[in-house]
Each structure stands twice: as structure tokens, then as C-alpha cells.
Nanobody, 119 residues
Framework: QVQLVESGGGLVQAGGSLRLSCAAS????????MSWFRQAPGKEREIVAV????????YYTDSVKGRFTISRDNAKNTVYLQMKSLRSEDTAVYYC????????????WGRGTQVTVSS
């Protein structure tokens, strides 16, 4: 089992930056794909970014490309989401999630951290 705890959310002005952290415990995340999702009020959860085992392969949804960067430190069992040039539409609860590399079902989820971007 893997437990995931997000941190780093908060209130930020448009154009600002935040770095979210996801600390994993229970077992190493080195063999997992790690992802960030977000869900805004009244909207469906959407995937934001994905990192493979060593971050040599990443995926970003179109709306965050060039602004967000996912990274991981397997030695610290932590994954990060560096967010720059934040926009009001980035306001959401951000969730960290983990899945095995061989399938797309996410087995583990954090409780989420709120990111609010003010105009």
C-alpha cells in the first residue's frame, strides 16, 4: 500500500507560482507512474501531468504545457508539481496519484490540496 499526502497549495495571485509536493509512504514509488490530477468545483476531475519511473517521460494536458513541470525524487519518495504563470482557471483541488506502469488504473490517491488563483 502507498499513502500519499499533498502539500504546498494555497492562495496565489495570477501570474504567480506554487510548488506542490506529494510525499509517499508505505513503499517506494520508484516502480510507479506518478500523476497530478485536479478538480474544479462543478467540473470533472482531469489529469494534469504524469511522470514515469525516472521522469524521462512526462505528459501534460494542453492547458498547462509550458507552465507546469512534474518531477520526482525517488530517494525522498516525493513527487512535485512546479506551477508557473498561474491563471484563475488553474483554481482547483490538486490530487496526487500513483499507478503501476503496465496499466492505467490509479491505485492510490492523496486527499488533495487546494490551489486558488486570484485575479
Amino acid at each position: 500500500q502507498v499513502q500519499l499526502v499533498e502539500s504546498g497549495g494555497g492562495l496565489v495571485q495570477a501570474g504567480g507560482s506554487l510548488r506542490l509536493s506529494c510525499a509517499a509512504s508505505g513503499r517506494t514509488i520508484s516502480s510507479y507512474f506518478m500523476s497530478w490530477f485536479r478538480q474544479a468545483p462543478g467540473k470533472e476531475r482531469e489529469i494534469v501531468a504524469v511522470s514515469n519511473w525516472n521522469s524521462d517521460t512526462t505528459y501534460y494536458t494542453d492547458s498547462v504545457k509550458g507552465r507546469f513541470t512534474i518531477s520526482r525524487d525517488n530517494a525522498k519518495n516525493t513527487v512535485y508539481l512546479q506551477m508557473k504563470s498561474l491563471r484563475s482557471e488553474d483554481t482547483a483541488v490538486y490530487y496526487c496519484a500513483a499507478r503501476p506502469g503496465f496499466r492505467f488504473t490509479y491505485d492510490y490517491w492523496g486527499r488533495g490540496t487546494q490551489v486558488t488563483v486570484s485575479s
